[in-house]
């Protein structure tokens, strides 16, 4: 279902139109933000470091940066959990820092995507919060289920799937909701419930919101 959101977006975008096959044609080079390159000499990669290699990356033929998460995040998995998608972290810079760097990068005819991470948030994002509340829209961003029993004065979680991180359980209890999250990752990265319309429509304005910034397409 994502995919096709991703395809719907772009696909009416002017580039698109102009050059439907350059996805296909380009050479794609990832950045890893954090240990790219240090504008200030703090220790961490940021993007206005990236910013000062924009003409280096074009005399090796680059045609799209693929950008790894520069969201706001806990950090517990390199920045895929997820706390705000519509932000930078502050060890990257600001979102001017952003909007300067896309910019650059389409000046010498460079594309972008970002890591869009949709499968999850982190559980430090305002959704989660509000989920595990019961509160709001947000009721119903993630997978709940109930208890598949007691034992020992234990819930027993609602079926074997287990997480691809540590071949744990791949559910979680909540404590204040009463019943289990779903994460096929860390359980600090609850999964969202992509059969919820408006999580479907939410996930699609934080897109939208990178595209109207001028991003050109994401890596999901």
């Not at 289920?145 to 691809?164: F, H, M, Q």
């Amino acid at each position: 279902m994502l995919l096709a959101i991703v395809l719907h977006l772009y696909l009416f975008s002017a580039g698109a139109l102009a050059e439907p096959e350059w996805w296909k044609t380009s050479v794609l080079y990832q950045i890893y933000p954090r240990s790219y390159a240090d504008s200030d000499g703090d220790g961490d990669g940021d993007l206005k470091g990236i910013i000062e290699h924009v003409a280096y990356l074009k005399t090796i033929d680059v045609g799209i940066v693929w950008l790894s998460p520069i969201y706001n995040s806990p950090w517990q998995d390199m920045g895929y959990d997820i706390s705000d998608y519509k932000s930078v972290h502050p060890k990257f810079g600001t979102l001017n820092d952003a909007n300067a760097l896309i910019q650059k990068l389409h000046s010498y005819g460079i594309r972008v995507f970002m890591d869009l991470v949709p499968n999850h948030s982190s559980d430090q994002h305002p959704w989660f919060n509000a989920s595990r509340y019961g509160l709001g829209a947000e009721r119903d961003y993630y997978v709940w289920k109930d208890p598949k029993r007691w034992e020992g004065g234990k819930p027993i979680p609602p079926n074997n799937w287990l997480s691809a991180f540590d071949g744990d359980s791949a559910w979680e209890y909540d404590e204040i909701r009463k019943q289990f999250y779903l994460h096929h990752f860390g359980k600090y990265q609850a999964d969202l419930n992509y059969s919820n319309p408006k999580l479907v429509e939410a996930m699609k304005d934080n897109m939208r919101f990178w595209l109207d910034l001028g991003v050109d397409g994401f890596r999901v």
